[in-house]
Each structure stands twice: as C-alpha cells, then as structure tokens.
T-cell receptor, first 113, second 113 residues
Framework: SQQGEEDPQALSIQEGENATMNCSYK?????LQWYRQNSGRGLVHLIL?????REKHSGRLRVTLDTSKKSSSLLITASRAADTASYFC?????????????FGSGTRLQVQP | SQTIHQWPATLVQPVGSPLSLECTVE??????LYWYRQAAGRGLQLLFY??????ISSEVPQNLSASRPQDRQFILSSKKLLLSDSGFYLC????????????FGEGSRLTVL
C-alpha cells in the first residue's frame, strides 16, 4: 500500500497565490522528498528533508516535516503558470530492507495565468 | 554529468505479445536502478529494483520481469502482455543508499490493446 498520501488531490489557484500541499505517511522515515512531474514526463527531484529536520527552504519552496504527526507540507510561494504540474511526496523508510522510495498518489496543481 | 536514457518512449502492443523496455545510465558507476509504473492520474508503484549486476528485487507479483545484464543497463520484460500492463513506465537511478535522490528517465508509455 502507498505510504505517502497527498492532500488535496487537485488544486487550482491564480498566479501569484501560494500553493500548499500536504503529505501523510504511516511508518518511521529516514527522510521525505518532494518531486515534480510535468504531464507525460519523468519526475524531477525538488527537495529532501531528513527526519531530524523540521523545515527546509529552496527558492520559492518551503517544506515542513512533523514526525510526531507523520506529515509534511510543501509550500510554493508566489506561484507561476510554469508551476503547473503534479507534485509527489516520497518516503524512505528505516525499518525495512527495502532499498527504494515509496511514492504517494500526488497533487495536481493548476496555476491559472 | 550523469544522464539516463529510456526507450522506447511510446509503444502500442497487442495482448499476448512480448515486451522489452530498456534503460541505461551514463556518467556514474554501480547505481541503484529502479522500474516504477504509473497508472493514469495515479502515483508510482515500484516494480523492481537492483543494487548490482544480476541482483533484482521484485516488489509485486506480476506478469513482468527485470534484468540487469550490465552495471548501467536495466531491462523490463514480459513474455505475454496483459491489458492490465498498460501504463507509464519510469526508470530511475540513485547513488549509494536508496534513501537519496532519485533521477528519472522520461518514461515509456505502453498501451496494450
């Protein structure tokens, strides 16, 4: 089953507004990552936050992690039409021998110009 | 710099026909390699991963198989395709442990008719 689940499934905003996407997971993690996917393309890594970090910034991106609630959020500030894409969280888990990330179902973001 | 190539980009195959998708990585050695499948509008499902030549771990019992004949080559195969094999297949690689960043190919869209 999917570990990461994003919320909302779809989000439509106006250019210049902020976009917030949430991710919840079930078991302890080593780190949590966010990826972006343009329609019909491969995924591109955006940011990684480790389990001992609470907040991380990269340009217009801000990621928070709350390990007590097993949740993370991705904030995109001052959105642009070019931010239109699907965004996925991915978790790396500590307790298994599984050497792969587990992806959520994604949030489809539409930024209206 | 490292690059990943995945082909073919698109293919349409009849039910019962064989399948071969190929992925190669350049500019790195001994990468971890992954095959994911993405159903329309959904998240990524891990199919196979490999930590070395000839070492394949399967995540989901299915009609597919994977092989790693060379360090930077990963092949996804099927002897007889099913309708349910349709989807978007993504190859990815990572360096060192599986908890780090994944680098994705551009994907292969398979339609089984």
């Amino acid at each position: 089953s999917q570990q990461g689940e994003e919320d909302p499934q779809a989000l439509s905003i106006q250019e210049g507004e902020n976009a917030t996407m949430n991710c919840s997971y079930k078991t302890s993690i080593n780190n949590l990552q966010w990826y972006r996917q343009n329609s019909g393309r491969g995924l591109v890594h955006l940011i990684l936050i480790r389990s001992n970090e609470r907040e991380k910034h990269s340009g217009r991106l801000r990621v928070t992690l709350d390990t007590s609630k097993k949740s993370s959020s991705l904030l995109i500030t001052a959105s642009r039409a070019a931010d239109t894409a699907s965004y996925f969280c991915a978790t790396a888990h500590m307790d298994t021998g599984r050497r792969a990330l587990t992806f959520g179902s994604g949030t489809r973001l539409q930024v209206q110009p | 710099s490292q690059t990943i190539h995945q082909w073919p980009a698109t293919l349409v195959q009849p039910v019962g026909s064989p399948l071969s998708l190929e992925c190669t990585v350049e500019g790195t050695s001994n990468p971890n390699l992954y095959w994911y499948r993405q159903a329309a509008g959904r998240g990524l499902q891990l199919l196979f991963y490999s930590v070395g030549i000839g070492q394949i771990s399967s995540e989901v019992p299915q009609n597919l198989s994977a092989s790693r004949p060379q360090d930077r080559q990963f092949i996804l195969s099927s002897k007889k395709l099913l309708l349910s094999d349709s989807g978007f297949y993504l190859c990815a690689w990572s360096v060192g442990t599986a908890t780090g960043e994944l680098f994705f190919g551009e994907g292969s869209r398979l339609t089984v008719l």
